[in-house]
């Protein structure tokens, strides 16, 4: 199997024992990402679609790093805090998947690291 880890300073640095993304013959599996603003490692500040935004950003940064992007994810999970958040998430994912968007999951989480509103991990082709 050709497996390489990514890391990317465009993303927070990861906070435990995992890769901000794996690829692996041709896929690319971005751990789960919270609203971290990359530059200061804490949490950004707003609503939920301010966190979704970052996580998002997060990510799009993370697949740029495993030579991938937001057009070529297959499959999404996002983590909620609380499903009411719903329709705030979904407004600002639709902006970063206008056309043609992924399959996606989502559910509703006891709690996320470090009391996060939102957290969402992608497959993507490389």
């Known amino acids: 199997m050709n497996r390489?880890?990514?890391?990317?300073t465009g993303a927070p640095a990861a906070i435990g024992p995992y890769s901000q993304a794996v690829v692996a013959d041709g896929w690319v599996f971005?751990?789960?990402?919270?609203?971290?603003?990359p530059a200061t490692g804490q949490m950004v500040a707003g609503d939920v679609g301010a966190q979704t935004r970052r996580v998002l950003e997060n990510l799009k940064a993370v697949l740029a790093a495993a030579?991938?992007?937001?057009?070529?994810?297959v499959k999404t999970t996002v983590y909620l805090k609380d499903m009411n958040d719903f329709a705030a998430m979904n407004a600002v994912y639709g902006e970063f998947?206008?056309?043609?968007?992924?399959?996606?999951?989502?559910?509703?989480?006891?709690?996320?690291?470090?009391?996060?509103?939102?957290?969402?991990d992608v497959v993507a082709r490389a």
Do not use: W
Request: charged share 25%.
């Open 4 to 8: 390489k880890t990514v890391s990317t």
């Open 67 to 73: 030579g991938s992007g937001l057009d070529r994810v």
């Open 30 to 37: 971005c751990s789960g990402q919270i609203p971290l603003d």
């Open 97 to 120: 998947f206008p056309k043609d968007p992924p399959a996606r999951a989502t559910v509703q989480a006891a709690r996320l690291p470090k009391d996060a509103a939102v957290e969402i």
